[in-house]
């Protein structure tokens, strides 16, 4: 657990410090949650980090507020401990399901880098073979068979 005073310190720690959830006031000295949730928000880039602000507001309209800033959830103080708890690890939850996506999306670039590659090496050597003459053979038989992509398939 890190501990800011106000919401550049808590820009600053997290810069250093990368945590993965921020619980945070809208209403504190030097910069104010609002902008310091925007901020992190903006050093996080596509990472998940969940920022549930603990405010004293009341009114619909900071509500609101706290939610436009990049926040993602609140609790009114004085809060109860099992409700933010509970909040804690929902937000937990979807960090973790965040995390998988991103990683299933970076695997399925991989994979599709890799295919296209094969393509590429595939297409290739069909190439050499069908341009060198050796398809007039007499003693090759083939069916080429057009397709948007190349896919290898030779009979």
């Known amino acids: 657990v890190l501990s800011a ?4 310190e808590a820009v600053a720690l997290f810069e250093r410090n990368r945590p993965q959830l921020v619980l945070m006031d809208a209403l504190m000295p030097v ?8 901020r992190i928000k903006e050093l996080a880039g596509e990472a998940l980090v969940p920022i549930i602000f603990l405010t004293s507001l009341t009114e619909g309209e900071g509500l609101a507020r706290c939610l436009d800033a990049g926040g993602d959830d609140f609790v ?17 939850r979807l960090r973790l399901l965040q995390e998988t996506v991103l990683q299933q999306r970076d695997l399925i670039a991989r994979h599709h880098k890799y295919l296209l590659n094969e393509q590429r090496v ?7 073979i069908a341009h060198s ?17 190349f896919n290898g398939d030779l009979l």
């Open 5 to 8: 005073s106000d919401g550049a």
């Open 31 to 38: 910069m104010d949650g609002f902008e310091a949730a925007r």
């Open 76 to 92: 009114a103080k004085p809060y109860n401990q099992s409700v933010l708890a509970a909040k804690i690890n929902a937000m937990n």
């Open 122 to 128: 595939a297409k290739a050597v069909f190439d050499q």
């Open 133 to 149: 003459g050796c398809l007039s053979a007499p003693n090759i038989r083939y069916l080429q068979s057009p397709y948007a992509l």
